[in-house]
């Protein structure tokens, strides 16, 4: 981000900080510019009847605050005509808000110079995504912005810049005034002429500060609350805004892992992040809005994901517990903002209610019982190999696409229609060509003898630490070589651990895979997932070996598959489902073949 102070010249002696109202940007902008140029007074565009409040507020910080204004009943209305308060809000990214924080730090003194209105209308302000300061400068910015400005034309806006100037002369020395940047205009004519002192109040008793609640602090603050925090923990160092998104991903990917047994590949976050960016640019923005990413979340993995990310970029701690003034909940109806809705619907609700409806999961009397039931021999859970030959399958049939797809040939229509119409190829073309395009598919050679399905490589062998070797039971079931979380660690029944693989070898015929972790042939492979790819080309007896990984084989490995005349083919594992990945990852280990009897009572 570029480092710029940004500083308009209003008056001999007078300089602004034009902002944009609860935006990152404006506020680094002014943190830069009272630290750079350390100005005799700083003015700030809020009026004197809520400095006490807003001072106390600021000196909260990092606990959120809301300052109230009870509008009360005007004069000559009638008893039904109250109306609602007013709130403002003292969050870190609110420039005002920084204005007044940087001069108490500094030990300058902020003068509240607005002019306070009870009838004060909304005016729609739309200027360009500020998140461009970050990349040519806010002070480039708001030249640009300033150059194509249009006076205001609200009567209100021009008795509040008189009452502004007219305070700002009042001052002696250099006085740095922040102001929103569509009033710089009108306050530098005002400036331009000695202003009288304007007749207005200076003092309510209908203000009062108040403590923000935890669940409403979610909802209402200007930026993102993990942007927030990120401002709060730097300043006045400014965080790039997409490099905190990347930041956010990864702890709610972290988070994701911790709590629900999920995860996200680098392919999942790059594709997150450019969802979202895709959906920010369809909004004529240049970095996503919090809606943006929650929509890119549900969209890369699923509402359970979307739901951890929310809590994850909303959460301010600090909220939490008692606090030594009254709390208030607020919406942003209360603010007068407009609101989008997003719905989760997380599959762990209807997970509760069959629990409830369903028998209670047994518990173990005393610590550790189960664990004594765990003898040194180790089978499978019938139901979960199941699973795991049919997801097998599919991964076979899935190769076998892949291949049909290079091996076809798309060629213009001449005397012969081949095997079909292509579509994609016909359209493509359609503008400069106009043929017709036709594909001719071509015959797959051979079938896919093994597969290989690699989770986590963990190269340091140290979350997945247990390999073995299992053979198939009968002529329905493959032998598998694994390596997975030891047995024994995570006991959910008497004698059954719950376990989880890092990768696995799956190899048809059974019966014929044996030691794949033991035999000297394969030592010349030390990382676990090579080793696996090795011994499933070695024991398999068609031409195709489907290798399914977030990275691409070595060219060591498909050498050696040429040598004994079988083909690789790479899948990348980000192509596949992410929650039927997380379902057939997770599995149970019997100890002993007599504990299938009761299995079912305890495995869900």
Same mark, same amino acid.
Request: net charge neutral; aromatic share 8%; hydrophobic share 40%.
């Given at each position: 981000?570029?480092?710029?102070?940004?500083?308009?010249?209003?008056?001999?002696?007078?300089?602004?900080?034009?902002? =944009?109202?609860?935006?990152?940007?404006?506020?680094?902008?002014?943190?830069? $510019?009272?630290?750079?140029?350390?100005?005799?007074?700083?003015?700030?565009?809020? #009026?004197?009847?809520?400095?006490?409040?807003?001072?106390?507020?600021?000196?909260?910080?990092?606990?959120?605050?809301?300052?109230?204004?009870?509008?009360?009943?005007?004069?000559?209305?009638?008893?039904?005509?109250?109306?609602?308060?007013?709130?403002?809000?003292?969050? #870190?990214?609110?420039?005002?808000?920084?204005?007044?924080?940087?001069?108490?730090?500094?030990?300058?003194?902020?003068?509240?110079?607005?002019?306070?209105?009870?009838?004060?209308?909304?005016?729609?302000?739309?200027?360009?995504?500020?998140?461009?300061?970050?990349?040519?400068?806010?002070?480039?910015?708001?030249?640009?912005?300033?150059?194509?400005?249009?006076?205001?034309?609200?009567?209100?806006?021009? !008795?509040?810049?008189?009452?502004?100037?007219?305070?700002?002369?009042?001052?002696?020395?250099?006085?740095?005034?922040?102001?929103?940047?569509?009033?710089?205009?009108?306050?530098?004519?005002?400036?331009?002429?000695?202003?009288?002192?304007?007749?207005?109040?200076?003092?309510?008793?209908?203000?009062?500060?108040?403590?923000?609640?935890?669940?409403?602090?979610?909802?209402?603050?200007?930026?993102?609350?993990?942007?927030?925090?990120?401002?709060?923990?730097?300043?006045?160092?400014?965080?790039?805004?997409?490099?905190?998104?990347?930041?956010?991903?990864?702890?709610?990917?972290?988070?994701?892992?911790?709590?629900?047994?999920?995860?996200?590949?680098?392919?999942?976050?790059?594709?997150?992040?450019?969802?979202?960016?895709? =959906?920010?640019?369809?909004?004529?923005?240049?970095?996503?809005?919090?809606?943006?990413?929650?929509?890119?979340?549900?969209?890369?993995?699923?509402?359970?994901?979307?739901?951890?990310?929310?809590?994850?970029?909303?959460?301010?701690?600090?909220?939490?517990?008692?606090?030594?003034?009254?709390?208030?909940?607020?919406?942003?109806?209360?603010?007068?903002?407009?609101?989008?809705?997003?719905?989760?619907?997380?599959?762990?609700?209807?997970?509760?209610?069959?629990?409830?409806?369903?028998?209670?999961?047994?518990?173990?009397?005393?610590?550790?019982?189960?664990?004594?039931?765990?003898?040194?021999?180790?089978?499978?859970?019938?139901?979960?190999?199941?699973?795991?030959?049919?997801? $097998?399958?599919?991964?076979?049939?899935?190769?076998?696409?892949? =291949?049909?797809?290079?091996?076809?040939?798309?060629?213009?229509?001449?005397?012969?229609?081949?095997?079909?119409?292509?579509?994609?190829?016909?359209?493509?073309?359609?503008?400069?060509?106009?043929?017709?395009?036709?594909?001719?598919?071509?015959? !797959?050679?051979?079938?896919?003898?093994?597969?290989?399905?690699?989770?986590?490589?963990?190269?340091?062998?140290?979350?997945? #630490?247990?390999?073995?070797?299992?053979?198939?039971?009968?002529?329905?079931?493959?032998?598998?070589?694994?390596?997975?979380? #030891?047995?024994?660690?995570?006991?959910?029944?008497?004698?059954?651990?719950?376990?989880?693989?890092?990768?696995?070898?799956?190899?048809?015929?059974?019966?014929?895979?044996?030691?794949?972790?033991?035999?000297?042939?394969?030592?010349?492979?030390?990382?676990?997932?090579?080793?696996?790819?090795?011994?499933?080309?070695?024991?398999?007896?068609?031409?195709?070996?489907?290798?399914?990984?977030?990275?691409?084989?070595?060219? =060591?490995?498909?050498?050696?598959?040429?040598?004994?005349?079988?083909?690789?083919?790479?899948?990348?594992?980000?192509?596949?489902?992410?929650?039927?990945?997380?379902?057939?990852?997770?599995?149970?280990?019997?100890?002993?073949?007599?504990?299938?009897?009761?299995?079912?009572?305890?495995?869900?």
């Amino acid at each position: 981000m570029a480092r710029d102070t940004a500083l308009v010249p209003l008056a001999e002696g007078v300089d602004a900080v034009p902002v =944009l109202h609860g935006r990152l940007e404006s506020a680094v902008a002014v943190a830069r $510019a009272i630290r750079e140029v350390r100005p005799d007074h700083v003015c700030v565009e809020l #009026p004197v009847t809520l400095g006490q409040a807003v001072t106390l507020g600021v000196e909260r910080l990092p606990r959120l605050s809301v300052v109230e204004v009870g509008m009360g009943r005007p004069a000559g209305a009638t008893p039904g005509d109250d109306r609602p308060p007013a709130y403002l809000l003292v969050e #870190p990214c609110e420039p005002l808000v920084e204005a007044v924080r940087s001069a108490l730090e500094l030990g300058i003194p902020c003068h509240f110079v607005d002019r306070d209105l009870d009838d004060y209308p909304d005016v729609p302000e739309r200027f360009p995504d500020p998140t461009a300061a970050g990349r040519i400068g806010y002070d480039r910015y708001c030249a640009e912005v300033l150059a194509r400005l249009a006076p205001s034309e609200v009567p209100e806006d021009r !008795v509040r810049e008189v009452t502004m100037a007219h305070h700002v002369q009042a001052l002696a020395g250099r006085v740095l005034v922040v102001t929103g940047i569509a009033h710089v205009p009108g306050l530098r004519t005002a400036l331009a002429d000695p202003q009288p002192m304007p007749i207005g109040r200076v003092w309510r008793e209908d203000v009062r500060l108040l403590h923000l609640h935890a669940d409403s602090a979610r909802e209402v603050l200007s930026e993102v609350p993990y942007l927030q925090a990120a401002w709060d923990r730097r300043r006045p160092d400014a965080p790039d805004r997409l490099a905190v998104h990347l930041d956010l991903v990864r702890a709610a990917a972290d988070r994701y892992r911790r709590e629900e047994q999920g995860g996200l590949s680098p392919l999942q976050v790059r594709m997150l992040l450019q969802y979202a960016r895709n =959906l920010a640019l369809s909004e004529g923005l240049l970095a996503p809005l919090l809606y943006d990413l929650l929509l890119a979340a549900r969209g890369v993995a699923d509402d359970n994901f979307a739901w951890w990310f929310w809590d994850e970029a909303t959460r301010w701690p600090v909220q939490e517990g008692p606090a030594e003034i009254p709390t208030i909940r607020i919406s942003l109806a209360d603010l007068r903002r407009q609101t989008r809705t997003f719905h989760f619907h997380r599959k762990e609700r209807g997970t509760l209610l069959l629990r409830r409806i369903a028998r209670p999961r047994l518990k173990e009397v005393e610590p550790g019982e189960w664990a004594r039931d765990a003898g040194p021999w180790h089978c499978s859970y019938p139901p979960e190999d199941v699973v795991i030959e049919g997801y $097998a399958s599919f991964l076979k049939q899935r190769t076998t696409g892949i =291949l049909a797809a290079e091996a076809s040939r798309v060629e213009p229509f001449t005397a012969s229609m081949r095997d079909g119409i292509d579509l994609r190829e016909t359209l493509r073309n359609l503008a400069h060509d106009g043929r017709l395009y036709v594909r001719e598919d071509r015959a !797959v050679r051979g079938r896919v003898g093994s597969v290989i399905l690699v989770f986590d490589p963990d190269p340091d062998g140290e979350r997945f #630490p247990f390999a073995m070797t299992w053979q198939g039971e009968h002529d329905d079931e493959s032998d598998m070589a694994f390596y997975a979380t #030891p047995p024994g660690v995570h006991m959910v029944g008497p004698g059954i651990s719950r376990c989880e693989y890092g990768g696995l070898l799956m190899s048809w015929p059974p019966r014929r895979m044996f030691q794949v972790w033991e035999q000297e042939a394969l030592r010349a492979f030390p990382s676990r997932p090579e080793r696996l790819l090795a011994a499933g080309i070695l024991y398999s007896e068609e031409r195709l070996v489907a290798y399914v990984a977030a990275k691409p084989p070595r060219a =060591l490995l498909r050498s050696l598959a040429a040598r004994v005349d079988r083909k690789i083919v790479y899948v990348p594992i980000g192509q596949l489902s992410p929650i039927t990945l997380r379902r057939i990852r997770t599995f149970h280990m019997l100890h002993g073949r007599e504990v299938r009897s009761w299995a079912d009572r305890y495995v869900r």
